[in-house]
């Protein structure tokens, strides 16, 4: 079992920004690929951003590229998102997600644990 926390949503001006931290229990952290998703009020939950258990391979929704990453360290457990030149369509519940194994990344259904989420407001 693994239980996700996910830390450091808040309230931002646009163009500012914030990272988002998930920290992971168990021992098989470094085994897992990671993912982060979202969802708005009133809209589907969405794909943001992932990266792989090794952290080498990562990959990101059209609508954040070049402007968010994730990295991941696995001697802490803990999986990062970074927000930069953050747009009020941005705001949205973040959700961080693991994944034990799978051949995609972005559809939520291969994620096997989810956080409780973390409420990301960018004011405009």
């Known amino acids: 079992q693994v239980q996700l926390v996910e830390s450091g949503g808040g309230l931002v001006q646009a163009g500012g920004s914030l990272r988002l931290s998930c920290a992971a229990s168990g021992r098989i952290f470094s085994s897992l690929t990671m993912g982060w998703f979202r969802q708005a009020p009133g809209k589907e939950r969405e794909f943001v951003i992932a990266?792989?258990?090794?952290?080498?391979?990562?990959y990101y929704a059209d609508s954040v590229k070049g402007r968010f990453t994730i990295s991941r360290d696995n001697a802490k457990n803990t999986v990062y998102l970074q927000m930069n030149s953050l747009k009020f369509e941005d705001t949205a519940v973040y959700y961080c997600?693991?994944?034990?194994?799978?051949?995609?990344?972005?559809?939520?259904?291969?994620?096997?644990?989810w956080g409780q989420g973390t409420q990301v407001t960018v004011s405009s």
């Open positions: 997600a693991a994944s034990l194994g799978g051949s995609t990344y972005d559809t939520g259904i291969e994620y096997d644990y």
């Open positions: 990266i792989s258990w090794s952290g080498g391979s990562t």
